[in-house]
């Protein structure tokens, strides 16, 4: 089964904090992403990347930067947290930009800005 | 680009009954088409994908049905049970969209009365 993984359930930041999310995929998956999801909003897409040192902005890239040194893993960056940013963040990934195949989702990270 | 709706937001439905979820998407190129299943606190599940070519398609205890001449996709639940209880996403993307993935629609929260 593929598994991804996202460093943290859940965690509590400072507003002007650099908050680090990280996911990891064990499945030598192409691509990976990073959503963010609010009630009503459902889930928007921040970045993604289809290659390692490869990213590409979503929907909603302000105030977030992302990296990805390994193919396996893919990390989210708010350099400088602020309560607006207070949400559930959903990492994916899958197999290739070539194929129509199914995202796996992590498990989520409950991300709360005080 | 792509937009996904769905036509409810919650729907409520007696154990034992069979439940029908909705989907609308814009796109006349999309090709693709996946059902998730998020339960409280956690990412969003695989349940069921379809192809353009087909327009039905059966999994356990589920089924989707594909209109693509209206661009109407539904989710079929039989014999709903307490573990269905969840949000479900229908989610559509097309070959050469590039590797930004899957467009989400906002989700239909399935409540399961007893």
């Known amino acids: 089964d593929v598994k991804v993984t996202q460093s943290s359930r859940y965690l509590v930041k400072r507003t002007g904090e650099k908050v680090f999310l990280e996911c990891v995929q064990d499945m030598d998956h192409e691509n990976m992403f990073w959503y963010r999801q609010d009630p009503g909003l459902g889930l928007r897409l921040i970045y993604f990347?289809?290659?390692?040192?490869?990213?590409e902005k979503g929907d909603i890239p302000e105030g977030y930067s992302v990296s990805r040194e390994k193919k396996e893993r893919f990390s989210l960056i708010l350099e400088s947290a602020s309560t607006n940013q207070t949400s559930m963040y959903l990492c994916?990934?899958?197999?290739?930009?070539?194929?129509?195949?199914?995202?796996?989702f992590g498990q989520g990270t409950r991300l709360t800005v005080v | 680009g792509e937009s996904v709706g769905l036509h409810l937001p919650t729907l409520s439905v007696q154990e034992g009954d069979n439940s029908i979820i909705n989907c609308a998407y814009s796109?006349?190129?999309?090709?693709?088409f996946i059902w998730y299943k998020q339960e409280s606190g956690k990412g969003p599940q695989f349940i069921i994908d379809i192809r353009s070519n087909m327009d039905k398609r059966q999994g356990q205890r589920v089924t989707v049905l594909l209109n693509k001449t209206v661009k109407h996709l539904s989710l079929q639940i039989a014999a709903t049970q307490p573990g269905d209880s969840a949000v479900y996403f229908c989610?559509?993307?097309?070959?050469?969209?590039?590797?930004?993935?899957?467009?989400f629609g906002k989700g239909t929260h399935l409540i399961i009365q007893p």
């Open positions: 989610a559509v993307s097309h070959s050469g969209g590039g590797a930004d993935g899957l467009t």
């Open positions: 990347s289809y290659d390692v040192k490869m990213k």
């Open positions: 796109n006349s190129a999309s090709d693709y």
């Open positions: 994916a990934s899958s197999l290739s930009s070539f194929l129509n195949t199914e995202a796996f």
